[in-house]
């Protein structure tokens, strides 16, 4: 079993930058692609992006440029730096995982980021 647990949500105006941290425990030694979903309220779960364990990254198109992820697989975290944010990131941010040997998915909690016009 994984745990996921998130961080760095909060309320930052259009413009400004937010960095959330999801940091993976349990039995995480066969996670090869982790990532970020979000839910805007009244809408369905989004991919934000996606990192496997060669690097390759998926990011919508509505994050590209504005987005990075980073990992750092020794720790089993991984990091998404969110800069240029505007009201429509406004949503739950959830950390996602794949579990390649057991081909089962982990969600964490999920962290309200907020941005304000």
């Known amino acids: 079993q994984v745990q996921l647990v998130e961080s760095g949500g909060g309320l930052v105006q259009a413009g400004g930058s937010l960095r959330l941290s999801c940091a993976a425990s349990?039995?995480?030694?066969?996670?090869?692609?982790m990532g970020w979903y979000r839910q805007a309220p009244g809408k369905q779960r989004e991919l934000v992006v996606v990192?496997?364990?060669?690097?390759?990254?998926n990011y919508a198109d509505a994050v590209k440029g504005r987005f990075t992820i980073s990992r750092d697989d020794a720790k089993n975290t991984v990091h998404l730096q969110m800069n240029s944010l505007k009201p429509e990131d406004t949503a739950v941010y959830s950390c996602?995982?794949?579990?390649?040997?057991?081909?089962?998915?982990?969600w964490g909690q999920g962290t309200q980021v907020t941005v304000s016009s």
């Open positions: 996602y995982a794949r579990d390649f040997i057991l081909h089962r998915d982990y």
């Open positions: 349990g039995s995480s030694v066969s996670i090869n692609t």
């Open positions: 990192m496997g364990f060669d690097a390759f990254t």
